[in-house]
């Protein structure tokens, strides 16, 4: 930590957590409850909190450090760019934001006339997506005012992303939200193609359901999805901002299937801030004109640059095949455990299922034995580690999960 950072944390530096975190609660809204720890420091896939305890980091921030915490070339090159030009205004445009939208275009296979709009978070890139919904619009005598998502998604909290998401306890707080979503049960193909019809303007997919559980679709559904919408004229959006670069051991958990638009964020970054929108074809492009759609930070330097840089380590290091044959590894050893009933995901993007509803406690007693993951549900884990996370650092949470699972019963049964 520099000088000025020090000395404007002043003595904050020096509290235990249970101080700091009073005076957390103090001063910040309190829409994410008291933070479990503290943290201040992070090396590979370990972090350290206020109180100098270590812990593995299965969570990742939630599938964003890709890379870990403080990869030596992400952090240089930040610190390079930063230091060469930071912000720009998007009345002009960087070297670093055409290469990433040009690498994005290429890794996503992505069709002459494709285009890339960046944001700074996946809220974001699928408020994008909405709006590209909307231009989606039909005709006078026939409009599109329709769009469809599915039960148990998640596609953010902002209005237009929340209006999409489907957990009521999320949205009935902020109602009335924008209008025309229906939502239908996830996987179910003839469900898909009841709901589409020439009102429909867009259809929002997860490729894999990442907040409900990592809940996955059988093989053929986003291909389904890719036909019924083709066939109807209505956009198909599939949200990967969680299980976009690499997180599954691919580029895309969709790859094959090129939709209309597609969303990113989550790991795009390797922990700087950036997500994106890209739009596939000229005809879906075409829809959102000049000073219909902005932002002032979106695809700034500096957060494309952090993008390349995150890019270029997976590619370079084969990280892809890792996350493959690690997230292959250890879901077959959870899958062995007496207490997991089901265990599901691709890569390094895993949930499993406990017998008893006591995934909550499992969490809060691995953090105090030093692991961070986190409970989509009441029965279940969910596990997302940085994509450099070794085989044995892996082993040591599968070692340690039968004595947290019997603490957490023994616990609930007190």
């Given at each position: ?7 404007e944390t002043g003595a904050l530096g020096v509290l235990a957590g249970s ?36 812990y593995l980091d299965l969570l990742s921030g939630i599938a964003v450090n ?53 944001t700074n978070s996946g809220a974001e890139a699928n408020e994008a997506a ?285």
């Open positions: 930590m520099n000088e000025i950072i020090e000395q101080e700091l975190l009073a005076r957390y609660n103090h001063s910040l809204l309190g829409v994410f409850g008291t933070p479990q720890r503290v943290l201040v420091r992070g090396a590979g896939c370990h972090v350290w909190d206020a109180d100098g305890k270590e890709a890379l870990g915490h403080a990869h030596p070339l992400l952090t240089s090159v930040i610190s390079s760019q930063l230091a060469t030009l930071g912000h720009i205004s998007n009345f002009f445009t960087s070297p670093t934001q055409i290469a990433l939208a040009e690498k994005l275009l290429a890794l996503s296979e992505a069709p002459a006339g494709s285009k890339v709009f960046f909405f709006k590209l919904a909307r231009r989606n619009a039909g005709t006078p005598e026939v409009p599109r005012t329709k769009i469809i998502a599915l039960e148990h998604a998640f596609h953010g909290r902002t209005m237009g992303a929340l209006a999409l998401t489907w957990k009521q306890a999320y949205r009935e707080p902020f109602e009335p939200l924008p209008g025309g979503v229906q939502w239908i049960p996830a996987g179910d193909i003839e469900a898909l193609r009841a709901a589409v019809d020439e009102t429909t303007a867009a259809v929002f997919i997860e490729p894999i359901q990442g907040e409900a559980g990592v809940i996955e679709f059988a093989s053929g559904y986003l291909q389904a999805a890719r036909d019924i919408t083709a066939a109807a004229g209505a956009l198909l959006v599939f949200d990967e901002v969680q299980t976009g670069i690499g997180r599954t051991g691919a580029w895309f958990a969709s790859a094959g299937v090129i939709p209309d638009a597609m969303t990113l964020a989550k790991g795009l970054g390797g922990g700087f801030p950036i997500g994106a929108m890209i739009v596939f074809g000229t005809e879906a492009t075409g829809l959102l004109t000049p000073g219909q759609h902005g932002t002032t930070f979106g695809g700034n330097p500096v957060a494309t640059a952090a993008a390349l840089a995150t890019l270029h380590v997976i590619e370079s290091q084969d990280l892809l095949a890792q996350v493959r044959s690690v997230g292959e590894d250890v879901r077959e050893k959870l899958a062995a455990l007496e207490f997991v009933t089901a265990v599901r995901g691709q890569g390094l993007l895993i949930g499993l299922d406990l017998a008893a509803a006591v995934a909550p406690a499992v969490v809060g007693a691995a953090l105090e034995a030093g692991f961070i993951i986190n409970a989509p549900g009441p029965n279940t884990l969910r596990l997302a580690p940085p994509l450099i996370v070794t085989t044995e650092q892996l082993d040591t949470f599968v070692a340690a999960l039968p004595a947290l699972y019997a603490a957490a019963v023994a616990g609930i049964q007190e």
